[in-house]
């Protein structure tokens, strides 16, 4: 079975073919993964200007999606299914990709199945590593979105935590244009971070826990956490963000716009700016490591799963494999191309919901906020 994913939730017009293997082991394989990125188009703004990627999406569909079948070497005839991103996102960029989706799907007399975004994310990990050990948390770290979520069987996402304020991405996002370093922030951050010193500069540990950070109940074993215990699976990244400004404030670096270009650094040094990086990278990875470990303990987790774009961030990736080695949890991170949006992923959450026979019909609509379990 070959199922073509189509993603527009953001900033990426992707598309690709999964296609099935028949071997438990490793149910499907990805046949081809396309992905135009708006990005340069996007940088000079400083962010997303969701009008400019509604049209750019437009310009790009169709090419993208010809080319991912022409890379897979499926011509339309041989697609059993479409799979498409429904929400969340932006409005206007997920409508092309519906649009084309149920458009395409009517044409083939094949069905369109609706996607959430968050469920290709988790998937994905599925999707390069196959079957997994289950119960997993997973957390799912992006520009839009920092969960955690409990898979007990294939395709049951169960939210667990979440962030209160900005996602991991969007804080590395503003944090990066507030030292002038470009959009998106995440990889520049990340790249900086090596220069820099990781103690360089004080920055606070996100925390809302009591100060008695007690175990749960001995006796304690559902896929939930007792009440008493959920806000620890939550996370929250404003108020570092906070930190950062009042840091630059305090040097002197002009932020109140939150336009600051590489000239504007002001009196920071490259060696100031590797620093405030270095240091930002190892409290939000910390934190978003303590947090899903933690959880992954006291749900008595067979293995962690870690997903989204910020899963690409170099240290996350070192710091998940070694943490888990020494909780003795295998971890689970899909390859960089897997990591950022992309249309695999979308595929394979298709392939999830045709497996459970959640069937798909042609009335379904773009959703800027939508529920997982929709
Ligand atoms: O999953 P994704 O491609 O799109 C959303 O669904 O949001 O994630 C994009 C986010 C951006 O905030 C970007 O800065 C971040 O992922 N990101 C990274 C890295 N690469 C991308 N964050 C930290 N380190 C990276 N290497
Ligand atoms: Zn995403």
């Known amino acids: 079975m070959n199922v073509l994913g189509i993603e527009t939730s953001c900033d990426e017009t992707a598309a690709a073919v999964v296609a099935t293997t028949g071997d438990p082991r490793k149910p499907w394989v990805v046949r081809s993964n396309v992905i135009a990125s708006q990005v340069d188009i996007h940088r000079e703004w400083g962010g997303i200007v969701p009008e400019i990627a509604s049209?750019?999406?437009?310009?790009?569909?169709?090419?993208?999606?010809?080319?991912?079948?022409?890379?897979?070497?499926?011509?339309?005839?041989?697609?059993?299914?479409?799979?498409?991103?429904?929400?969340?996102?932006?409005?206007?960029?997920?409508?092309?990709?519906?649009?084309?989706?149920?458009?395409?799907?009517?044409?083939?007399?094949?069905?369109?199945?609706?996607?959430?975004?968050?469920?290709?994310?988790?998937?994905?990990?599925?999707?390069?590593?196959?079957?997994?050990?289950?119960?997993?948390?997973?957390?799912?770290?992006?520009g839009g979105h920092t969960s955690l979520y409990v898979v007990a069987t294939p395709g049951d996402y169960r939210l667990i935590g979440r962030t209160r304020d900005d996602a991991a991405?969007?804080?590395?996002?503003?944090?990066?244009?507030?030292?002038?370093?470009?959009?998106?922030?995440?990889?520049?951050?990340?790249?900086?971070?090596?220069?820099?010193?990781?103690?360089?500069?004080?920055?606070?540990r996100p925390r809302f826990t009591h100060?008695?950070?007690?175990?749960?109940?001995?006796?304690?074993?559902?896929?939930?956490?007792?009440?008493?215990?959920?806000?620890?699976?939550?996370?929250?990244?404003?108020?570092?963000?906070?930190?950062?400004?009042?840091?630059?404030?305090?040097?002197?670096?002009?932020?109140?716009?939150?336009?600051?270009?590489?000239?504007?650094?002001?009196?920071l040094s490259r060696t100031d700016v590797a620093d405030v990086c270095a240091t930002f990278q190892r409290v939000v990875v910390e934190t978003l490591i303590e947090r899903t470990f933690e959880t992954a303990r006291w749900l008595g987790a067979a293995s962690v799963g870690i997903s989204g774009g910020v899963s690409a961030n170099s240290r996350l990736r070192r710091d998940a494999i070694a943490r888990g080695q020494s909780q003795g949890i295998p971890v689970f991170v899909p390859a960089l191309s897997l990591s950022t949006d992309n249309a695999a992923m979308i595929a394979a959450a298709g392939l999830r919901k045709l497996e459970l026979g959640r069937a798909a019909s042609l009335s379904f609509n773009a959703q800027a906020t939508l529920a997982i379990d929709a």
């Open 169 to 204: 991405g969007e804080a590395y996002d503003k944090v990066a244009r507030l030292l002038g370093l470009g959009y998106p922030g995440g990889p520049v951050i990340d790249r900086a971070s090596k220069d820099g010193n990781e103690f360089g500069v004080d920055l606070p």
């Open 55 to 142: 049209r750019q999406h437009v310009r790009d569909i169709c090419g993208v999606v010809d080319r991912a079948l022409a890379d897979a070497g499926c011509p339309w005839s041989t697609i059993d299914a479409i799979a498409v991103t429904q929400g969340p996102g932006l409005v206007g960029s997920l409508l092309v990709g519906v649009s084309f989706a149920k458009a395409a799907a009517a044409t083939l007399g094949r069905p369109a199945i609706p996607v959430h975004h968050l469920a290709g994310h988790i998937e994905s990990i599925f999707l390069d590593h196959g079957a997994i050990p289950l119960p997993a948390v997973v957390l799912v770290v992006s």
């Open 211 to 267: 100060p008695d950070r007690n175990p749960p109940p001995a006796d304690f074993s559902g896929m939930a956490l007792p009440p008493s215990l959920q806000h620890l699976a939550d996370f929250s990244f404003s108020g570092l963000k906070t930190a950062v400004v009042r840091l630059l404030q305090r040097r002197g670096v002009p932020v109140a716009t939150g336009l600051a270009m590489p000239s504007d650094a002001g009196p």
